[in-house]
């Protein structure tokens, strides 16, 4: 049996916690920007490949709003959810400072 002391859960830490534990919260994943001219940008049409300033074995960033959370890897989701994109966690700042 393990005698180390567990940290409270959320629901422990405070009754307000843990219905702010309910609240969805929006998370921005980001694959790149592309800063295109605003000339070029006139110019775009269906089909344009619009380069961004990423490439395809770079991490992806996930935001908070302004906040940077995390950086991952997309990769595709199985089984029920196949064909969806889903994001595989590679860094994670430290989401306590954030709250």
Excluded at 3 to 30: C, H, Y
Excluded at 40 to 58: G, K, Q, S, Y
Excluded at 64 to 76: N, P, S, T, V
């Amino acid at each position: 049996m393990d005698d180390e002391a567990k940290p409270p859960s959320l629901e422990q830490a405070s009754p307000a916690n843990a219905i702010l534990g309910q609240v969805p919260i929006e998370i921005t994943v980001s694959v790149g920007f592309a800063r295109p001219m605003v000339k070029d940008l006139m110019r775009l049409r269906r089909d344009a490949v619009l380069p961004l300033d990423r490439r395809v074995d770079d991490p992806v960033e996930l935001y908070i709003g302004d906040k940077l959370i995390a950086r991952g890897e997309l990769q595709e989701m199985e089984g029920e959810q196949a064909g969806f994109l889903g994001v595989r966690l590679t860094e994670l700042t430290n989401l306590d400072e954030m709250l």
